[in-house]
């Protein structure tokens, strides 16, 4: 029998909700209360596999609540009961949420309690097999942001989205990694147009999809929740942009070349940051890894001419002009490159494009370029 807590300010609505659940004969009512502070005291001594929860209510509308039982108990089934409302009502259709509305209709309260009572038989065996010998509990799951977006778990399934503003979501938690992120600030990020409380509701589906998908992939109690802020937990995702980042962090402290790391940093760059995605609020992000990966081409080219290495210095230097086609540095490098391989034809090619690329923006390269590429046949 599942063992439910209910939470509403009405105390008629309590009551009547109570005695649909008594005879539905497959639930237990193991406590209620009026409001959601009662609510999350009663969290402290019981851990309820349902709970019924009002949405609109003083003090601690049961969104809210709802996110607080989840921080303490992300297994916690939540099922919302309101009156109309069409904004609640299509987010949770959306997002595939249980909800009741008042007044509760006993078919359908028989229909939603056979729901969770499965959901609840399939999660107790999904979690007996994370505990059978030689299950991996701290698997990490692996991201790509460089180029086209992927999560991809040890299993090698992928990570399921059932809204645009859900992956968003994800992303969005992902790249402030280590942060704890405001409610607010997340919803002034995503949903700049929404009136406030419409746009709470769908933060508060998406966090609910996202936390059952990630629990899908075997990776649980991966979103914190405290003070009304989120935050991912970092220590089960690895991704490409934490690569950079890192990287980036080291050198600013030291004047080493690390050759390997930088190579295989750049060989982990597909792409612009989210090539496939529109997002306004990941532009500077995006245009700092760019300058990060050209600089490193940069570097590397010019490495590999001091170390003779012309064929390599060519490869990485032609990488960085596809790269970044108006960078001169970049046809200065791969110039140089050519040279030192007597490929002097190339060496024109590589002058007459840049003349062509700044031609665009209606100027000519700088006195330095034309100086070497004067020098080199004089």
């Known amino acids: 029998m599942l063992k439910a807590y209910l939470v509403d300010d009405e105390l ?5 909700l109570e005695l649909f659940l008594h005879r539905t004969g497959k639930v237990e009512v193991v406590g209620r209360s009026i409001n959601g502070f009662d609510g999350l005291q009663a969290l402290d001594r019981m851990r309820p596999q349902v709970w019924f929860l009002d ?4 003090g601690m509308t049961g969104l809210e609540l709802a996110e607080k039982i989840h921080a303490v108990d992300p297994d ?3 099922i919302f009961v309101t009156a109309y409302d069409q904004y609640a009502i299509a987010a949770f259709e959306l997002a595939a949420i249980d909800y009741l509305l008042k007044p509760i209709e006993m078919d359908r309260l028989i229909l939603t309690v056979d729901r969770i009572a499965k959901g609840v038989q399939l999660e107790a065996s999904r979690a007996a097999a994370c505990e059978e010998p030689g299950h991996q509990g701290l698997e990490v799951l692996e991201v790509r942001l460089l180029g086209a977006f992927q999560a991809v778990a040890p299993t090698g399934k992928t990570l399921a989205w059932r809204t645009a503003k859900e992956k968003e979501l994800f992303i969005f938690l992902l790249l402030h990694k280590g ?3 405001h409610r607010d600030r997340i919803i002034e990020m995503l949903w700049t147009d929404e009136p406030y409380e419409k746009a709470k509701i769908y933060l508060h589906t998406c966090i609910s999809l996202l936390r059952k998908h ?11 929740y405290e003070k009304e802020c989120y935050e ?5 995702i690895q991704t490409d942009v934490q ?8 050198r600013q402290h030291s004047s080493e070349i690390l050759c390997n790391e930088l190579e295989f940093a750049l ?22 890894l760019e300058q990060m990966a050209l600089d490193w081409m940069v570097e590397l080219a010019g490495y590999y001419l001091e170390q003779g290495e012309g064929r390599k210095a060519m490869e990485m230097a032609e990488r960085a002009m596809a790269h970044s086609p108006f960078d001169e540095e970049a046809y200065r490098l791969a110039m140089r490159a050519y040279l030192f391989t007597g490929k002097y034809d190339y060496v024109q090619k590589v002058y007459s494009k840049l003349e062509q690329q700044l031609a665009e923006l209606d100027i000519k390269p700088s006195k330095q370029t034309r100086n070497l590429y004067n020098s080199f046949f004089n």
């Open 214 to 224: 990630l629990r899908q992939l075997g990776f649980e109690q991966m979103i914190r």
């Open 267 to 288: 060989q982990q760059y597909k792409g612009e940051l989210l090539a496939n995605e529109d997002y306004p609020w990941s532009a500077e992000l995006s245009r700092q």
């Open 243 to 250: 690569l950079f980042q890192s990287l980036h962090q080291r």
């Open 76 to 78: 916690a089934v939540v």
């Open 55 to 58: 949405i609109e209510m003083p």
């Open 232 to 236: 991912l937990n970092p220590l089960r």
């Open 12 to 16: 008629h609505a309590l009551n009547m």
């Open 179 to 181: 942060s704890s992120i």
